[in-house]
């Protein structure tokens, strides 16, 4: 499988409705506020508080509220990703990994919902 920062920048950006700022896809999603929305929008009230706060334990917690919100929607433990492979950096392949499984749930249960009508 290989998904590509931009698919999942596009993917991202379309879904939440704006621009994600930075460089990097670690730039943009390092605070977990465009995660948020992100899952918010997927499935509103996912998470109650988006930390809005540069503090880096607030954008950390923003980031573990994520992947805590994804597991409930049906991700994959195998395909979600621990804080510090975005935060830190260490593994941004497997963030990539999870908004694509994330994409690929969204897809589902769409389809579930249309074949069920």
């Not at 998904?3 to 999603?29: F, H, M, P």
């Not at 929305?37 to 109650?48: F, R």
């Amino acid at each position: 499988m290989s998904v590509s920062e931009g698919e999942c920048r596009a993917w991202i950006e379309a879904v939440i409705g704006e621009k994600l700022k930075g460089a990097t896809i670690q730039d943009q999603l390092k605070d977990g506020i465009a995660l948020c929305k992100l899952i918010n929008k997927l499935a509103p009230g996912s998470v109650k508080k988006v930390q809005e706060s540069p503090m880096a334990f607030k954008q950390m917690e923003n980031i573990n509220a994520f992947t805590e919100a994804v597991r409930r929607y049906g991700v994959p433990d195998s395909e979600n990703f621990q804080t510090v492979a975005l935060f830190e950096g260490q593994n941004i392949r497997q963030v990539l990994i999870c908004i694509d499984s994330l994409g690929r749930q969204v897809y589902s249960v769409v389809r579930c919902i249309s074949l069920s009508s």
